[in-house]
């Protein structure tokens, strides 16, 4: 059974950081794709991040380009959203998602593997 758990999601001012992580379990992340999501009050979820089986290839939404990063460390099974610079408008709940398709065109086509999200608040 594939479970995922975000972990990392609180108040924080704008200009601020927070680092997120997606513990996975029952999936070998070396694998497989890996992206992060959002969805904000009122709102479609959509796509933040996203980065090859290798994670060496990486897409980003327009509107967090050069401030979120995404990475994988296989050896804990772990993939994180390092977020700098943050904004208001980033206020949403955070989505992991594994093994997705990854297109080297840099379009993410998510699976059925979400976590719980968690949420990320941000103040101005």
């Known amino acids: 059974q594939v479970q995922l758990a975000e972990a990392g999601g609180r108040l924080v001012r704008a200009g601020g950081s927070l680092r997120l992580s997606c513990a996975t379990s029952?999936?070998?992340?070396?694998?497989?794709?890996m992206a992060w999501f959002r969805q904000a009050p009122g709102k479609e979820r959509e796509f933040v991040a996203g980065?090859?089986?290798?994670?060496?290839?990486?897409a980003y939404a327009d509107s967090v380009k050069g401030r979120f990063a995404i990475s994988k460390v296989n050896a804990v099974n772990t993939v994180y959203l390092q977020m700098n610079n943050l904004k208001p408008e980033d206020t949403a709940v955070y989505y992991c998602?594994?093994?997705?398709?990854?297109?080297?065109?840099?379009?993410?086509?998510?699976?059925?593997?979400w976590g719980q999200g968690t949420r990320v608040t941000v103040s101005s």
């Open positions: 998602n594994a093994a997705g398709v990854y297109y080297l065109s840099g379009v993410y086509s998510p699976s059925s593997y």
């Open positions: 029952g999936l070998d992340i070396s694998n497989h794709a």
């Open positions: 980065c090859d089986w290798r994670g060496t290839n990486t």
